[in-house]
């Protein structure tokens, strides 16, 4: 909406009966409520989305990060209702989200992956032979999956039955496909992304990586772009190979690669995200781009060719979740009593917040996006540090002083950690 207004684009936000305080409805210059707090039949609720769009004139939808972001049903729904799903095909989509499919339409596309089965595994038998190949540990995964939901790591032949029954019941059940393949299992990996631009005439432009490898549970909390890792050249090796993934899939609109990157350095194709995603912004910060607005250029039909965006600085973001970091995170929603905000040079707040506000326990926890940039990521650690000093948050607990320690951690400001980073973190309560 930010975008679309400097575009001088009028917008509609689509809201559920909990939401009608949130700050995207007073933001919109329309507003539609598309039912109860139940996901199910209001955000996921593709009839009451369309009936909307329709009795509001709208020409095109933005489906945001997550509900319908990737649904290959709804980018179809909207074509086939004339209105611009601001987004891949359905077939693109669809492409991307059968894990096996992609990562064999990777490997065609010359685009490193994990060593593992060439196909969907069947049964016991073919599992062990694949895993001998590749190598103990190994990773059994979902291809409807992603995200890290229902995968199992095996470390002996003797777990592998058991293991491979459970996956394909558990995938079965989560997804309604039992299909699952097998991959060598890296340890302690860093999770590294790059994020594309692709348009409808054939343009796909890299913006660089961003370091996700600060997660919990797969819950990513802190991101940041340049990676402490990523050389000139490992980004132009990464970049390359992102848009090679793009360009087989004809893609159209913003997407990102995600890259598992070993302790040599040596990266694999994990999967690919056909939406915007949550940590966009330290990408926009740093290559000074709007991401959101060349999306909508992109959907409009409008070209990247002769479009360079020049990186510089250090972007950092932290997740600002409604959880109690003193209790596993446990969520904590309620009335924000105080909800300042931090400013000064190089800092950015994204948020549907204010005092006085109510965070519903209907949703997500993240409550804000909290985005530094400065020079150097020296500089950038210390001003996301004043920032969370500067961010007050009453009548809630927040993931802000589990934030301010991860700043303060020796091992985080040294750069060199992989995903484990917070298995050994201890959050100190003061
Ligand atoms: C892996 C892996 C190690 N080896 N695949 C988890 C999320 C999903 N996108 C893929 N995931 C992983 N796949 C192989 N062959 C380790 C993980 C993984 C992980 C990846 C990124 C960030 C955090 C992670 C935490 C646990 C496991």
């Not at 593709?46 to 990060?65: F, L, Q, S």
């Not at 049903?73 to 359905?90: E, L, T």
């Not at 995200?147 to 989560?174: C, D, F, P, W, Y």
């Not at 912004?281 to 360079?308: C, F, H, M, W």
Request: proline letters at 5%; hydrophobic letters at 40%; charged letters at 25%.
């Amino acid at each position: 909406m930010h975008a679309c207004r400097e575009m001088g684009i009028a917008s509609v936000a689509v809201y559920s009966t909990v939401d009608v305080d949130s700050l995207h409805v007073k933001y919109a210059d329309e507003a539609v409520c598309i039912g109860p707090p139940l996901s199910r039949e209001s955000y996921l609720n593709m009839p009451r989305i369309i009936a909307a769009a329709e009795v509001t004139n709208a020409d095109a939808i933005h489906p945001g990060y997550g509900f319908l972001a990737e649904n290959a049903d709804f980018s179809d729904v909207c074509h086939s209702s004339n209105i611009k799903f601001i987004g891949p095909s359905a077939e693109m989509i669809n492409q991307m989200g059968d894990k096996n499919t992609a990562k064999a339409t990777m490997i065609a596309a010359g685009v490193p992956v994990v060593p593992g089965s060439p196909g969907l595994v069947e049964d016991v038998a073919h599992a062990i032979e694949i895993a001998k190949k590749v190598g103990y540990p190994v990773i059994i995964k979902p291809t409807a999956g992603g995200g890290g939901k229902g995968m199992r790591v095996v470390h002996e032949e003797s777990q592998i039955e058991k293991n491979l029954k459970t996956a394909q019941n558990e995938a079965g059940m989560a997804f309604g496909n039992s299909g699952v393949y097998i991959e060598k299992y890296l340890e302690n990996p860093r999770h590294i992304e790059i994020q594309i631009l692709a348009d409808q005439h054939g343009n796909v432009i890299h913006l660089g990586e961003r370091d996700c490898t600060v997660q919990r549970r797969h819950q990513k909390l802190i991101e940041e772009t340049p990676s402490p890792v990523v050389s000139e050249e490992l980004r132009a090796e990464m970049g390359a190979a992102a848009v090679a993934a793009a360009k087989a899939i004809n893609y159209e609109g913003a997407g990102t690669i995600e890259f598992l990157v070993d302790k040599h350095k040596k990266f694999y194709f994990m999967e690919m995200n056909t939406r915007i995603q949550v940590e966009h912004p330290v990408t926009e910060q740093r290559y000074d781009v709007d991401l959101v607005r060349e999306q909508i250029l992109i959907a409009a039909g409008g070209s990247l060719a002769g479009k360079n965006f020049v990186p510089r600085g250090h972007s950092i973001e932290c997740r600002i979740n409604a959880e109690d970091p003193e209790h596993a995170f446990r969520p904590s929603p309620g009335e924000l009593q105080v909800f300042h905000t931090p400013g000064g040079p190089g800092v950015r707040v994204d948020s549907h917040c204010y005092a006085s506000y109510v965070v519903p326990s209907n949703y997500d926890s993240m409550i804000g996006k909290l985005i530094v940039t400065a020079h150097t990521r020296e500089e950038a650690i210390a001003r996301m540090s004043r920032a969370l000093d500067e961010f007050i948050v009453v009548g809630i607990k927040t993931t802000i002083p589990f934030h301010k320690q991860v700043m303060h951690d020796p091992v985080f400001q040294s750069g060199d950690f992989d995903t484990s980073f917070l298995e050994s973190f201890r959050f100190e309560k003061k």
